[in-house]
């Protein structure tokens, strides 16, 4: 069985069907959330995901503060300097598609390959992680489905803290972490979509360049308005386009 393993998509359709334009035959999608916010094409991200046939998907963090939003109507009149990504991903959504993103579970686990595996979006409210096999078993003990209670061989799927790795704390206990199929944390300048694959019980951690532009233009275009939060765009920039940091001036602002 092959398992192909995303998260943290983040409204970014173009490394989304980057991604699955490159791997194509897999089995199953797992995805660990974070469908929407921090990117421009929500609405065609969820659809796209929403077509693949077999699936197993969380909600993540920024997807309930994306309805949350939404649901309570705050994302027209917003001044520009406290105007962000996630008004600008609630105009582009329906009704529809914000009640897919509120009815997926936190949590879901489910068998592949002899592996018992449990997908939540994050460990704490934080960016903590399972750093012992005791936190292991108690956080699979907490979450996982009751039928899996007793499983041998377990497997944790996370996503959040943008941050591909795999984490081995036992021959048959893990957890991974596929990183974020859009972007980076400011301290990794790293611009290609993270994913893994799992394979037969083989995980392999992956990563794949793609066309960037058409996130970098939506954020210039919003940037020669002045019509947006300057951290939301300081971030774009340094995620999409060449920007050093996070923090590096707005490109108008270097002509001044």
């Given amino acids: 069985m092959k398992l192909l393993v995303i998260?943290?998509?983040h409204s970014n359709i173009w490394a989304l069907k980057t991604i699955l334009d490159t791997v194509k035959n897999f089995d199953l999608l797992c995805c660990a959330g974070d469908l929407v916010d921090y990117g421009t094409a929500p609405a065609e991200a969820v659809d796209l995901l929403r077509q693949c046939s077999s699936q197993k998907l969380v909600q993540g963090n920024h997807d309930i503060h994306t309805v949350n939003i939404w649901k309570q109507d705050k994302y027209w009149n917003v001044p520009s300097q406290e105007y962000k990504w996630v008004h600008h991903n609630c105009r582009k959504l329906d009704e529809d598609r914000i009640h897919y993103l509120e009815q997926l579970p936190l949590h879901l686990t489910f068998e592949?390959?002899?592996y018992v595996y449990m997908i939540q979006h994050q460990y704490d409210q934080t960016y903590g992680v399972i750093e012992s096999?005791?936190?292991?078993?108690e956080y699979w003990k907490k979450y996982a489905a009751p039928e899996y209670g007793a499983a041998q061989k377990r497997r944790m799927i996370f996503g959040h803290s943008h941050r591909q790795c795999i984490h081995v704390l036992d021959q048959d206990m893990l957890w991974i972490?596929?990183?974020?199929?859009?972007y980076r944390r400011p301290d990794d300048s790293d611009k290609t979509a993270h994913y893994a694959l799992i394979e037969n019980g083989e995980i392999r951690l992956c990563r794949v360049p793609y066309d960037r532009g058409c996130l970098l233009e939506e954020a210039e275009k919003l940037n020669r308005i002045h019509g947006m939060m300057t951290t939301e765009l300081q971030d774009f920039f340094f995620f999409f386009g060449d920007a050093k940091t996070s923090r590096d001036p707005l490109p108008s602002e270097h002509k001044k």
Avoid: T, V
């Fill in 133 to 137: 096999r005791q936190q292991f078993d």
């Fill in 177 to 182: 972490n596929p990183g974020s199929a859009s």
């Fill in 7 to 9: 998260s943290d998509i």
């Fill in 112 to 114: 592949a390959d002899g």
